[in-house]
């Protein structure tokens, strides 16, 4: 990474130490990240004005992740930046994403792993979350193992995290499955952050069986978001909502008519 470190002293006497200059932690972050390593950010927390004290207090006060990287670190503002949590449950699967730069927070349940996967390729999620114990074969991302917690216990998890009486709020009563998933998301987003974010106040149903059913290789072949692809093309959004926006409607093409006119 060629880190220039900082260091005490001058010429002939200067002492590197283990730190980098912090305006140039972006860039050393970025490369990082986009290798799949997890960085530790750790800060000084207390005056050093008084040296005689010896070293002064220091403590981390994030973990950035691929799948928790926000805006105002490493990601451009047109991306997004999913974190997903897998989990099985009898026959079924329950999978939930996040991108924590936008609170886009959902959830879905499926019968088949071939299912799941599609939708992996579809979300192209920068870190997975595998509950212990699953045997399935995740395709090759950064994979974290996590405990997941009983149904019940992620119900109740959930609506004290979102301080409701019922999940109907959000619609996803009938997504129980995924639950686990969305608490090992929300446990992990908060070791990493130290401490809740503030834009993940609400989660929603992602609805797949009301839109075009896309596989890893469809999405291959139809080759959207390559430089001169269909994206290039239409794009002519003029803010990086509208392009994150625009991403989403390619990869989720509807199948109702009326909505299909309406959009």
Known sequence: LSLTLTGRGKDEKRIPMCGIPFHASEGYVSKLVQRGHKVA???QIESDEDESKGPTK??????ITPGTVQFNTVLVESDTNYLAALVKHGKNFGLSFIDISTGEFKCEVFSSFDHVLNEIARIDPKEILI????????PKKTVVSFIPYQINQAADYLKKYFNVKDLKV???HDYQVAFPAMVGILEY???TQKGKVDQINSCKPAK??????????????LDLFSKGGLFDFLNYTKTSMGSRLLKQ?????LIE???????
């Open 41 to 43: 950010i750790c800060e």
């Open 58 to 63: 220091r403590e981390v006060v994030r973990i």
């Open 131 to 138: 509950s212990e114990g699953f045997s399935e074969t995740i």
């Open 170 to 172: 959000f619609e996803i």
């Open 189 to 191: 987003v908060e070791f």
């Open 208 to 221: 797949i069986a009301e839109v075009c059913k896309l596989d890893e290789g469809v999405l291959k072949h």
């Open 249 to 253: 409607w390619l990869k989720y093409p």
């Open 257 to 263: 008519i009326n909505d299909i006119y309406s959009r």
